[in-house]
C-alpha cells in the first residue's frame, strides 16, 4: 500500500498520546474514587459489567480514529477494477485447417461456439469486431454492441485457402483503431483506391506518429486465434510491432495439437503445424498473452479466462473511501456498546 500524502501520517503519534491520556484518566479516577465513604457509590459511578467493557467502546473509537488519520493519507492500493477496454476485435483464422478434427467437433465450430461463449460473458457495453483471415484478411462485422450481429458474422465464415497471420493483425488493428491513419492497402500491397482524394483533404498534412509505451492502450484490445503458420501477407511479427508501437495488446490463441494434423483440402493435402513461437513472439511485444487451446474445452476456458482479464484489471487506486467509512463504522460501534452497556457515549 502506498500513500498519496504520505507526510501526514507522522498524525499517527496521536495515537498513543491519547491512550496515555487514557489510562491517566483512568488512575486519575481511581484516585478521586478513595475519597468515597461507601464503595457502592464508587461501582455506581464506574459502571457495573466485566472490566474489559469499560475499556472496550474507547479501544474501537481509538482504531477508529486510526483508520481515519490513515484515510487524511490518501492511500493506494493494486485493486482489480471494471476495465476500460470498450472495443474488442476478434481475428479469427478461416484458412482450410480449420477444418481438422483434433479439436471436435471440428476446429473451426470449436472456435466459432468459444468466441459466442466469449460474447455471452462480455458487459453490455463492450463493443465487439469481427476480422476474418486465412490468405487475404476483412472485416466482416465493424465494431458494434449488438451481439445477435456479431454472431451472425461468425456463423458466416467459409473456409478459404492461405494463412496471413499478418494481414488479420493490421486489419484488426485499422478496425480497432479507424483515425490512427493505417493505411492497409499499402501494407497489405493491394492496388490503391482509383478516387482522388477531396482538394480539402489532400491539402490537411498528416499528422506525424509518435509510438506509445506497448500494452498502453487501455480502450481497446485484439485476440488473435489460428491455428497454422503464416504463408501468405506481410511477416506477422512487423504487423505486431505496429499493434505495439499504438499500445495494443495482441492476445493469441494457438488451436489444435502440437504435433500438427494432416489435412485434404480441395484435393491436395497437407499437415498443418502449429506455430506457437511466433504467437508467443506476437503476444510479448505487445505485452498480450498466449494461450494453447488443444481441445474444445481448453478453448472456452481460455476465452473465459480472456473475459476475465479483459473486464477486470489490476490498477493501483485510491482507496480512502474504505479506510473513511471503516472508521465511521468503528466510531458508530463504539458509541452504541457505550450507550448500551453505560447508557453513555463513551
Do not use: C
Not at 478521586?32 to 474501537?60: D, K, N, Q
Not at 481475428?91 to 471440428?106: E, H
Amino acid at each position: 500500500m502506498k500513500f498519496l500524502w504520505p507526510e501526514l501520517l507522522w498524525l499517527l503519534v496521536a495515537l498513543p498520546a491519547l491512550a496515555a491520556l487514557y489510562v491517566w484518566l483512568l488512575a486519575r479516577r481511581k484516585k478521586a474514587a478513595a475519597r468515597y465513604a461507601s464503595l457502592t457509590m464508587v461501582r455506581e459511578a464506574i459502571g457495573a459489567g466485566p472490566a474489559f467493557r469499560r475499556h472496550l467502546p474507547p479501544f474501537i473509537f481509538l482504531l477508529a480514529l486510526g483508520a481515519m488519520l490513515v484515510a487524511v493519507a490518501r492511500p493506494t492500493a493494486v485493486v482489480m477494477v471494471p476495465s476500460q477496454q470498450q472495443t474488442i476485435i476478434l481475428a479469427m483464422d478461416v484458412s482450410g485447417s480449420m477444418r481438422a478434427k483434433d479439436v471436435q467437433p471440428n476446429r473451426l465450430v470449436a472456435a466459432q461456439e468459444a468466441a459466442k461463449a466469449f460474447l455471452a460473458g462480455l458487459p453490455a457495453q463492450v463493443r465487439v469486431g469481427v476480422v476474418s483471415f486465412a490468405g487475404t484478411a476483412a472485416v466482416v462485422q465493424q465494431p458494434t454492441r449488438n451481439r445477435e450481429d456479431v454472431i451472425a458474422a461468425i456463423d458466416r465464415f467459409q473456409l478459404q485457402r492461405g494463412t496471413a497471420i499478418g494481414s488479420g493483425i493490421l486489419v484488426a488493428l485499422a478496425t480497432l483503431l479507424p483515425d490512427a491513419g493505417i493505411d492497409v492497402s499499402a501494407l497489405l500491397g493491394e492496388r490503391p483506391n482509383a478516387r482522388k482524394p477531396p482538394p480539402q483533404a489532400a491539402r490537411e498534412p498528416q499528422k506525424p506518429f509518435k509510438p506509445v509505451p506497448p500494452g498502453s492502450y487501455g480502450s481497446g484490445a485484439i485476440i488473435l486465434l489460428t491455428d497454422g503458420q503464416r504463408t501468405a501477407g506481410p511477416d506477422s511479427l512487423e504487423a505486431a510491432k505496429m499493434a505495439a508501437e499504438r499500445g495494443v495488446r495482441v492476445f493469441t490463441i494457438g488451436v489444435g495439437t502440437r504435433g500438427g494434423e494432416v489435412i485434404s483440402f480441395e484435393g491436395w493435402s497437407f499437415r498443418a503445424l502449429l506455430d506457437e513461437e511466433t504467437l508467443k513472439d506476437i503476444a510479448n511485444l505487445t505485452r498480450g498473452e498466449y494461450f494453447h487451446a488443444g481441445d474444445a474445452s481448453q478453448l472456452k476456458t481460455i476465452y473465459q479466462n480472456l473475459n476475465t482479464r479483459l473486464v477486470f484489471e489490476r490498477k493501483e487506486t485510491e482507496i480512502t473511501a474504505f479506510f473513511a467509512a471503516g472508521a465511521a463504522a468503528l466510531a458508530l460501534l463504539a458509541a452504541l456498546l457505550s450507550l448500551a452497556w453505560f447508557n453513555r457515549i463513551l
